[in-house]
């Protein structure tokens, strides 16, 4: 298992410096690609900055991409190399050298490679926390809330619609989900039936939804516009036309519109459930 | 015609009736047919008050599940799969090995001959490998239009949920079932396997799970996609039963695979074949043995669990009832997981194996390796939950999931150094199987390192469930797997046929293939990050141009497995031109051995050595190998 | 295939086995696709007829069972019909005009089931907001009365049917049903805008058997799903 090299061809005097050559090609050629991936690719990534979620997992997957750069070059970059220099001449044939293995390079690429990933894993964590869960479902009891006033929707997903009820606001049920810029909304995602999952995509938001199961997700919407919402779990026949558009509206239009909410859907309110974190409709066994 | 032990060569041959008579496909088929309606017949007679719903429903699942299973049972007891328990139960001396020298209808039947078997999970692998294909190509036609347009909605998600389960079904035994039954005990120096029967159980047990699947458009298909999630598993029509069926047949099969695998290479190596010698790629199959074993028969259990949810209602999965939509998840996921790793090992263990023949170096860091594979089975039980990260799971959990899944990533960086290792001042000859090397080793870096930002939970957020998650799955498993078949195929070929392939066409399908499916998969990358979600019929107008071009890349990726397919047929049946006994120069036993490989394998057993490595010093014969003379 | 060398053997047979054996497949590749597209209802758009009132106009019933005559295969499944020149058809994929008054009309002849999300109790999307309901002019019913929806919700048109009552003296037992069966009328209008293809769907469980009542009929094209193809 020892490396000597068995140079059975009795090479050429002077056998280029391999490992040089091709490491000062990829230190080079990572040098120059991740600065110009970071700052080419980074600003239009998505899902865009529509919230500081969506902010937070364009960050995100920025310094995901940079530190995959100098990985992928190494070994893009090592194969061009390999099929460039080290070939059978046509028709030879040579034999290589009998290397087996080298305790240092072994040792070197396991201490790099578990750095890298301990501390993306520490990173992703940090974000995860830092960020309220950086938009993703959290469950029914996140590890972390953000401090403030915090609006709650409860998006309830049935098949095969989502329907938005605000408990704050008399419990009023509209089928169009329209959030206010610059608060912070507190998602409850549940469903009425079999697993759906909200996608708030330009919000960067995506909660799977549960039956009986209340799936709490935080966004604090930054931009004003529209976005676009599509069911990510499927479920049933029309999982792939369970999409709408959200709109974010500013406070003080927002305040118009659950008014007007109010107003137009006053008799389906009045037969509604109470608001619940999770509710079991019936009927719930095999129906008809 | 079930018993003998002898080999007749010159049998003197009966009328054709006579020769149909016997326990033979025919009357597997005849008899699984009669199992089939028995079944049915059956289910219909149970009456119950869990049983209303089937009046108002006009379905029964009881005895569509029924019918399969005795379907099956039929089908095995017409193969002669009972033969033997029952000579024994009746105190008869019965034959160990069955129909190993009978020419050509061997392939057909019961054979416990090794190579037969690896030779029947080639073709039958390959046939539903195709009608998988099939399924996909329609897929994309369907997606060619952001509407709803050729294909109806459910008959389209019945068409993804087939293609997912095909693909995943039949090639978790895609490598070990070919190769690894056909070179396993060559490579050990043992003469069969373990248990020669039970390995020919396996395969048909595939083959009937394979028609089930396909048999599920006849009863109106089903939802759910592979993954078959609770509780719209419940929910569906009949069709849901076909799937159940052919993933609890796919379950059984793959732990006796990885059973009967992890017995032979344990127990019968031969001497002096210790750990440290044996070829990397029968490791692989060992830890792709583990996996298999200790994972698929969770999938059968939670099958279970999901045809007493379906048929007596019981609520396993149904909040309503008790139950726990999660908990499909989680029990389906702890299956799923190790699963894409038994997708995965066996591509790691082709590529080790073949490299050190074309680059004509030593495997670089064998121990290296092996603990890189050894790493990834053990890892890959502790990671399920990254499928779950948005769906609500107890958020504690989330940091840990993360943890392990970026973990794992370490053992896969080994095979990769491994390879560079082994390419390193090597003299590579740049033949077929060297390029689908390659190719693997290009793809499933890609496919690996998507899988790094899915493994982050901010950044999961968007991309769970779209098509950057598809577009990773298929790099590691198409782009990784797939290619490292198509290289073990053309590596092996000459040595189960005796033939060589039409290097022209070999050529052109490997070529087409590459850049076909970089360019079907690399813009899906950019889909699922611009918001298109999976299993989708209808997806915004925007994502138009991207979807057609992909489309269009996935049909000239089909082409290329026509060119494939042309290749076989041409080379194999046509042309029929003599492969060398060793074309590849390689050093490992099964190409000093002669082709046709006697059904003994060996006269004598022989002794090793050394590890089958020994490129790049002057070449030494591996032990006392003596080649059995051709016919015996 | 075998593992012995095949010694010289005659081109012909060859040909004639992998003839054969591409024909055998091809058989079953043709099998398998033709299973398809004839499982696929056929989009034979039923296209509105003009009414007196401008616009163009759809008459639709709904039905408890639709029996073996116009349901072979699922004979206890409840389904939509459409009237289409003079009779009912059992056909979910309806044609109307772009930018224009759609006029429906449906028969309602089964009992009802109740909606799971009661919100969808009060009719949205409609002009004037309301349906008419065998001759009263209503924004809403009874969430517990409601038998089936017919809802297009890309457009945002949710309109509740309310069910037969379960002790009607004359129910219709199985389609085609006539209006001489106790049945419920409700007709609405609504706009279509510009060109487009959308899936309408009932919101009611009513797939008698399935779990929530979502599964069968409820899953399956030409029942209790359809499209609206506005040209």
């Keep these: 298992m020892s490396s000597e090299p068995a140079a059975a061809q009795g090479g050429p005097p002077a056998e280029p410096n391999h490992a040089r050559r091709f490491g000062t090609i990829w230190l080079l050629a990572s040098l120059i690609a991740t600065p110009l991936v970071v700052v080419l690719l980074g600003p239009i990534l998505p899902p865009g900055k529509a919230s500081e979620q969506a902010a937070g997992q364009v960050t995100d997957n920025t310094v995901l991409l940079a530190m995959a750069t100098p990985v992928l070059l190494l070994v893009l970059i090592y194969l061009a190399y390999s099929t460039i220099y080290f070939r059978q001449p046509k028709g030879g044939v040579l034999e290589g050298p009998a290397i087996r293995g080298d305790a240092r390079i072994q040792t070197t690429w396991i201490i790099v490679t578990t750095a890298l990933v301990l501390s993306l894993a520490v990173y992703g964590t940090v974000r995860l926390l830092g960020d309220n869960g950086g938009g993703s479902g959290s469950g029914p009891a996140p590890l972390t809330s953000p401090k403030g006033p915090k609006l709650p929707v409860q998006v309830i997903a049935q098949q095969w619609a989502f329907t938005y009820r605000y408990p704050t606001y008399g419990g009023v049920e509209t089928p169009h989900l329209v959030l206010p810029q610059g608060e912070m909304i507190e998602l409850h995602v549940t469903s009425l039936d079999v697993i759906h999952s909200f996608w708030a995509f330009q919000l960067g938001v995506k909660a799977d939804a549960n039956p009986q199961v209340d799936n709490i997700a935080f966004v604090k919407p930054t931009a004003l516009g529209s976005f676009e919402i599509r069911c990510a779990e499927l479920c049933g026949i029309w999982h792939g036309e369970m999409f709408d558009q959200g709109r974010v509206v500013t406070p003080a239009a927002f305040e118009t519109w659950i008014h007007q909410q109010q107003a137009t859907f006053a008799p389906a309110t009045a037969v509604l459930p109470p608001y619940s974190r999770t509710y079991e409709p019936s009927p719930t066994r095999r129906g008809g | 015609m079930n018993t003998t032990t002898a080999a007749a060569n010159t049998q ?460 990773h799955f298929h790099y590691t498993i198409m782009g990784g797997l797939i290619f490292a078949f198509f290289a073990a195929i053309y590596y092996w070929i000459p040595k189960m046929t005796g033939v060589r392939f039409n290097e022209r066409l070999a050529k052109w399908h490997f070529w087409l293939m590459f850049l076909a499916f970089n360019s079907t998969f690399m813009p899906l990358f950019v889909v699922g990050m611009e918001g298109q979600p999976r299993r989708v019929s209808e997806y915004a107008p925007n994502l138009h141009g991207l979807n057609t071009w992909v489309s269009i890349s996935a049909f000239v990726l089909g082409v290329s497995m026509l060119i494939f397919l042309v290749n076989t047929v041409y080379s194999l049946v046509f042309v029929r031109a003599a492969a060398e006994q060793n074309p590849w120069r390689s050093k490992s036993i099964e190409w000093q051995i002669p082709h046709p490989v006697p059904v003994n394998n060996f006269e004598q057993i022989p002794v090793f050595d050394s590890d089958p490595y020994d490129y790049g010093v002057p070449v030494t014969a591996i032990g006392g190998a003596q080649p059995a003379s051709a016919g015996a | 295939m075998s593992s012995r060398e095949v010694g010289p053997s005659l081109l012909a047979k060859k040909i004639l086995g992998v003839g054969f054996a591409a024909a055998v497949a091809g058989i079953l590749i043709g099998l398998y696709v033709a299973g398809w597209a004839t499982s696929f209802p056929k989009s034979i758009a039923a296209s509105a007829a003009p009414a007196n009132s401008g616009g163009s106009s759809l008459t639709l019933e709904t039905v408890a069972s639709i029996g073996s005559k116009l349901g072979k295969s699922h004979p206890t499944w409840v389904s939509y019909l459409v009237r289409s020149n003079g009779r009912w058809v059992r056909n979910t994929d309806y044609t109307v005009p772009a930018n224009t008054v759609v006029h429906i009309t449906i028969y309602q002849f089964d009992t009802p089931t109740g909606l799971r999300n009661p919100f969808l109790s009060q009719v949205q999307g409609t002009i004037g907001a309301a349906a008419t309901i065998d001759g009263k002019t209503v924004n809403a019913i009874n969430p517990e009365e409601a038998s089936h929806t017919f809802a297009i919700p890309e457009l945002g048109v949710f309109v509740p049917l309310p069910g037969v009552p379960e002790e009607s003296k004359h129910p219709c037992e199985e389609a085609p049903c006539e209006l001489g069966s106790d049945h419920r009328t409700i007709t609405f209008s609504f706009r279509t805008g510009g060109k487009g293809r959308f899936r309408w769907q009932c919101f009611v469980p009513c797939g008698a058997g399935w779990y929530f009542g979502n599964g069968g009929p409820m899953q399956t094209l030409g029942y209790m799903d359809g499209f609206i193809n506005v040209v």
Excluded at chain 2, 21 to 28: E, M, Q, S, V
Excluded at chain 2, 291 to 303: G, R
Excluded at chain 2, 399 to 423: A, D, R, W
């Design chain 2, 12 to 471: 003197p041959t009966r009328p054709l009736w006579r020769r149909l008579i016997g326990f033979n496909l025919l009357t597997a088929v005849l008899l699984g047919v009669g199992g089939y309606y028995l079944g049915w017949f059956i289910g219909h007679q149970i009456k119950g008050t869990s049983f209303a719903y089937e009046k108002k429903s006009s379905e029964s699942d009881v005895a569509l599940l029924l019918a399969y299973f005795f379907g099956v049972i039929g089908f095995l007891i017409g193969l002669g799969f009972a033969n033997y328990p029952l000579s024994r139960l009746l105190g008869r001396p019965a034959s160990l090995r069955e129909k190993e020298s009978e020419g050509w209808s061997r392939y057909f039947g019961l054979c416990t001959d090794h190579k037969v078997v690896g030779m029947q999970y080639l073709i039958g692998i390959g046939l539903f490998f195709f009608i998988g294909g099939l399924n996909a190509m329609l897929i994309r036609v369907e997606l060619l239009h952001s509407t709803p347009t050729v294909v109806g909605p459910n008959q389209y998600l019945s068409l993804v949920g087939m293609h997912g389960t095909m693909m995943m079904g039949m090639m978790t035994s895609g490598v070990l079932g070919p190769f690894a039954n056909y070179f396993v005990p060559l490579m050990i120096g043992a003469r069969r396997m373990a248990f020669p029967r039970i390995e020919a159980l396996t395969f048909w047990l595939l083959m009937a799970a394979g028609f089930i699947l396909v048999s599920t458009i006849f009863f109106g298909g089903f939802p759910t996609g592979w993954t078959g999630y609770e509780p719209l598993n419940d929910q569906a029509v009949m069709g849901m039963d076909s799937y159940i069926m052919f993933f609890a047949l796919v379950g059984i099969s793959m732990t006796l695979l990885g059973l009967n695998m992890m017995a032979t290479i344990i127990t019968m190596r031969a001497p002096g074949l210790t750990w440290s010698r044996l070829p990397i790629f029968v490791w692989s199959v060992f830890a792709t043995s583990v996996l298999m074993v200790l994972a698929a028969p969770m999938l059968v259990a939670t099958l279970l669990m999901a045809a007493l949810d379906r048929t007596i209602n019981t609520s396993f999965f149904i909040s309503g009832g008790g139950g726990s939509s999660y908990l499909f998840e989680n029990l389906f996921w702890f299956f799923g997981h190790p699963e894409v790793y038994i997708l995965a090992l066996p591509g790691f263990g082709i590529v080790l194996e073949l490299l050190p023949v074309f680059t004509r170096k030593p495997l670089w860091g064998y121990r290296l390796a092996i603990s890189g594979m050894l790493g990834v089975s053990l890892l890959s039980f502790f990671v399920w939950q990254h499928h779950l990260f948005v769906s609500g799971i107890n958020a504690d959990l989330r940091p840990f999931y993360m943890l392990s899944t970026e973990i794992i990533s370490i053992p896969t960086g080994f095979i990769f150094l491994c390879v560079m290792g082994t390419l390193w001042k090597a003299r590579t000859s740049f033949t077929v199987p060297m390029l689908f090397c390659l190719a693997w080793t290009f793809n499933f870096l890609i496919g690996g390192l998507s899988g790094v930002f899915l493994s982050d939970a901010p950044s999961d957020t968007t991309t769970h469930g779209s098509f950057f998650s598809m577009a």
